[in-house]
């Protein structure tokens, strides 16, 4: 019989050896943090759980690899990037997580993605576990050839490591469907293979309907449920969204179709606010076809402002918030003012978008919260559905896969609320850790000591 020590105990003590072994990876021990502060009354219930180590072994990735990836400018210089791809647990399916291209990226940043990613997977109820990649390249700025060129390398070395049913990437910031295409071309040409390996491919190659609108589409199903809670709906609503990106793009689409006034976007530079209605149609042009800046939208909307800096998009009165656009966007004191402002419900599309001390303001002002591992869900759920058509050689119609992943997010919400109900943890933030976290336990402890 293995002696086993009070839950907070244990905790403490495996944060003791995260931050020891990660040392200088503040958002992987934030990440960690928060998952395991929030399942203690589990750990109390299933005292098992610690005596097979199962937190030990569910903060330690089972493979990380880091790589050069040497690349040609189109001056003739040789530039080298780093390349990461984190295979953090595959006790309930292949791995599966995006790719992230952006100058902030290093081992931490991917760890902690990786990390959120395993609770995340298992909330849809698909056969995933969770990984994420990345690279500290800026596409920024760069030309078509220059990303080709730096996505075929990136995949020279990649291509190795991954499969479809051993880990299938995806996209995340700065790689979207271009980035996709040229990564996929590479593997295809190294390999000799067609399956699908890659998700968010173009449609005429494998690519599936809606994996687009995913997980900005899903993040609003999620909010509604959480709007239906409080018998209320997004219809008349006044919504701010930050960034303006493929989620927060997508997130404004369905808020919009479902009468809900979205009313600010942003990028790292700005925020731009809309007392009419922020156009969809001039974003989507802006952003997905001309990739230009955001402050260009007021030169075409004179009822629009633009404002330096991103961080003041939280003092727009809203009725809704969805933060959409990076880690650690809103913070407390933002956190204070839109419950000030009166917002009744925050859906995180980013990942880990609030920082702790936000979610703690929000959750002791009853506003409902939805963080990221469940409410932004829907892309990597979508992409579950895309390996599903690319395995069968099917393509589901845009109303099917749309169905199915509304259907997948009024799931994870009530997995959310039953877990949260069950263990008595009183809101949805835990809910979903908890549930994230029990299936993934439950396999570890199935499988034996691997
Ligand atoms: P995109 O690259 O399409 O867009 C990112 C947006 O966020 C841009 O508007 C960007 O502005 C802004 N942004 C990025 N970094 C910063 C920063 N440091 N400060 C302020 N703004 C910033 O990425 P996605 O829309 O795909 O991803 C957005 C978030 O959603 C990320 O947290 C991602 O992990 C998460 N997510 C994405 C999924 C997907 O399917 N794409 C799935 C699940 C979660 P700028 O152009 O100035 O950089």
């Known amino acids: 019989m293995v002696h086993v020590i009070k839950a907070d105990k244990y905790i403490e003590k495996v944060l003791e050896i995260v931050k020891k072994r990660n040392p200088v990876e503040p958002e992987f021990h934030q990440a960690v943090e928060e998952v395991l502060n929030s399942i ?23 493979r990380q690899i880091i790589f050069r990836v040497p690349w040609q400018d189109d001056g003739g210089k040789i530039q080298v990037n780093r390349g990461f791809r984190v295979q953090f647990n595959s006790a309930i399916g292949p791995y599966k997580g995006g790719l992230r291209f952006h100058p902030s990226v290093y081992i931490g940043i991917i760890k902690f993605l990786g990390f959120e990613q395993i609770f995340k997977n298992s909330l849809t109820g698909l056969m995933m576990g969770g990984a994420k990649g990345g690279s500290d390249f800026d596409p920024k700025g760069k030309s078509e050839g220059e990303i080709m060129r730096f996505c075929q390398s990136f995949m020279n070395e990649l291509y190795r490591h991954i499969g479809a049913d051993t880990d299938v990437p995806a996209g995340d ?16 040409k ?60 997508y997130a404004h689409e369905k808020a919009t179709q479902l009468g809900a006034k979205v009313v600010t976007m942003s990028d790292s530079n700005g925020f731009i606010y809309d007392e009419e209605g922020v156009n969809i149609h001039t974003i989507k042009r802006l952003k997905e076809v001309e990739r230009k ?23 727009i009165k809203c009725d809704v918030a969805l933060p959409c656009a990076t880690q650690n966007e809103l913070d407390e004191k933002a956190a204070k003012t839109l419950v000030k402002n009166g917002c009744i419900a925050v859906a995180e599309g980013a990942n880990m978008p609030c920082t702790p001390e936000a979610l703690k303001v929000f959750i002791s002002n009853n506003v409902s919260v939805g963080c990221g591992k469940a409410a932004n869900a829907g892309g990597v759920a979508t992409s579950g559905l895309e390996m599903s058509q690319n395995s069968q050689r099917l393509s589901w119609t845009f109303e099917e896969v749309d169905k199915k992943l509304h259907n997948i997010m009024i799931n994870i919400h009530s997995a959310c609320k039953e877990a949260s109900e069950e263990y008595g943890v009183g809101n949805l933030v835990c809910g979903a850790n908890i549930a994230g976290f029990l299936k993934v336990a439950r396999a570890m402890m199935s499988q034996g000591l691997v």
């Open 40 to 62: 203690k009354p589990v750990l109390e219930k299933h005292p098992e759980f610690e005596e097979s180590s199962i937190l030990e072994r569910i903060v330690e990735p089972e």
């Open 173 to 188: 910031i700065g790689v979207g469907g271009r980035e996709i295409g040229y990564m996929f071309g590479q593997w295809k």
């Open 190 to 249: 190294l390999t000799g293979l067609f399956n699908g390996v890659l998700t968010g491919k173009g449609l005429d190659f494998g690519g599936s309907l809606v994996r687009t609108e995913a997980t900005g589409y899903g993040c609003v199903y999620f909010c509604e449920e959480m709007l239906k809670d409080r018998r209320t709906s997004f219809d008349g609503k006044t919504v701010v969204i930050s960034g303006s990106g493929n989620v927060a793009i």
């Open 293 to 315: 800046r955001i402050k260009e939208y007021v030169t075409e909307h004179k009822s629009a402002k633009y404002s330096e800096g991103y961080k003041d998009i939280w003092n």
